[in-house]
Structures are given as C-alpha cells and as structure tokens.
C-alpha cells in the first residue's frame, strides 16, 4: 500500500493499484484457467453422442437397450427425462409409493411440466388408500399433470415423447434392470397398450353404486375365476394379501356363493366379468 520515492520518502499508493500489483498475477493464471475448463468441457460433451451410442447394447436391427442394476436405470431415466421434449407416459403398478420415491418424484415432475412436457401417470386403484401417495397424485394434478387409475396394469412403464420406451427385465424385481426400446414397432405396440389402459382409467375417485363393482373388484374377480392364488392376485393389484382376502370374502358374500369358483359362475350370470371365451377345441366338437 506504499511505495518508497527516496530513503527518506514514501507515499500511498492506490488500492485499485496495489490490488492489480499484488493479484494481477493470480487473476491472469484463473482466467487461463477458466479459459481452459471451458475448452475441455466443449471437448467432452461433445462425446456426447459417442457416448451415448457406446453405453447402448443393442444391437442395430432390434434397437433395444438391457440396462443393469438399479443406479444404471436411474441415470439412463433421468437423461431421457431430460432430453424428452413433448410427453412422459408412466405406467406405475404397485400401491403405495414410499415417501423418499414421492420426495424424490415430485420435484423432477413438476421440472418436466414447467418446460412445457406433458405428463400422464396410470396408477392402481390401491395408491388411492396410502395417504401420501394419494397428496402426490393430487400435487401431480395439480401441477397440470393428468393422473388416472385403474384396478390392474400389466407391468412398469415408462413412455418418452412416444418414441422411446422403459419396461423392467423383470416385472417382480425391478432393481435388476430394465430394457430401453427404441424399436418404432414394438414402442408403437406399447404406446397401444398404455392408451388402452389409460382410456379404461378413472380420472377421479367418484362414489360407485352399491351394485357396481370398483375396476379392481372386477380384476380380482377375474383373477380369482383364473384360478390364481390370493399372493399372485394382491401382488398384482398393488394390495396386502389380508386386503386383498376381505376383498375375495366380501364378493363371494354379495355373489351368495359358497366357494370361488362359485362365485366366478355367479360373477358372469350377474354381467360382473365376461365369460372366458371357449377353446379351439370345444367350439369343434361334434357334441357342441
């Protein structure tokens, strides 16, 4: 802050003079250094695209990506959420979501909705149970995203702009991995399959008649005229095995049947379900 004119004299030196004198140096070396990341930061994303196309393990004729484990899925979901330019088409079996998945959901949807994305989420009829689930549905509606449910999906499904689909190696275990399917006949099949589910959907949990069955009370009755077992059919419409028994009780008691399969004949004389269609092999027999 001072410099020295004679041995016997010194004066004030200038801040602004004294800081290019003392930091000249250090700013010079940040600005090249900035200079440089800048450099280097153009030079990796543009790989972008080479490291896109080396991650895929699809091959170029089925267009299908296998992603492993759970972290990789994760990553591989949040890049085309954010490349995603149009629509995001989710497809959630399961009930409720825990509170960390709704935490962690919430914020990335209301993202996509603010850059103008269009979000439709089909949901289990049983989300509708879990209170946090249900104040995430009704955020997510009111954030301008379309939310339906329904009593049965067929498996997770996740559709971006159409034209890109998610589906997991294994519907039971879905922290193994999943499947990117770029494919446009077997996206254009899935596209199909969600808006069949999603026209099926109900957009609010109005109040039923007392003689009208809810869509998940119409799955079960399926299911259990099916044969399935009571595991397989509460896994599949996103409830605990106990609900699920008093929902079967609670049927066979309004059917006035005595056993399952009395109550699936008395579900298709009453027009609850429809009839399983006859086989190949009955519809030929000279007796029919």
């Not at 700013?27 to 030079?43: D, G, P, Q, T």
């Not at 095995?241 to 049927?251: A, E, F, N, W």
């Not at 059917?255 to 009453?270: D, I, K, P, T, W």
Request: aromatic share 4%.
């Amino acid at each position: 802050m001072l410099r020295r004119v004679d041995e016997d004299t010194w004066v004030a030196v200038s801040p602004h003079a004294a800081a290019d004198a003392l930091l000249g140096d250090e700013e010079k070396e940040l600005e090249r250094r900035r200079v440089e990341l800048a450099r280097r930061r153009e030079e990796l994303t543009a790989l972008t695209a080479e490291y896109l196309e080396a991650r895929s393990l699809r091959s170029s004729a089925a267009h299908v990506e296998t992603l492993h484990g759970l972290e990789t899925v994760r990553a591989a979901l949040t890049e085309l959420a954010a490349l995603c330019t149009t629509s995001v088409d989710s497809m959630v079996p399961g009930g409720a979501q825990s509170d960390s998945a709704v935490r962690a959901a919430l914020p990335l949807d209301k993202a996509q909705l603010d850059r103008g994305v269009a979000l439709r989420s089909l949901f289990l009829d049983s989300a509708r149970s879990h209170p946090g689930t249900q104040r995430y549905l009704n955020e997510l509606r009111e954030a301008g995203a379309e939310v339906r449910t329904t009593g049965l999906l067929p498996t997770r499904l996740v559709l971006y702009d159409r034209r890109t689909a998610v589906v997991p190696l294994d519907a039971q275990d879905t922290a193994r991995g999943a499947v990117v399917v770029h494919d446009p006949p077997l996206v254009a099949l899935l596209v199909h399959l969600f808006d069949l589910y999603w026209g099926q959907a109900a957009s609010d949990a109005a109040p039923r008649h007392e003689d009208r069955l809810s869509s998940t009370e119409q799955a079960i009755l399926r299911m259990m005229a099916a044969g399935q077992l009571d595991e397989a059919i509460s896994r599949q419409v996103g409830m605990s095995v106990r609900t699920t028994r008093r929902i079967i009780s609670g049927l066979t008691r309004r059917l006035g049947a005595n056993s399952r399969f009395q109550a699936g004949v008395r579900a298709v004389a009453h027009g609850w379900i429809a009839p399983r269609p006859a086989t190949q092999e009955t519809t030929s027999s000279p007796r029919a």
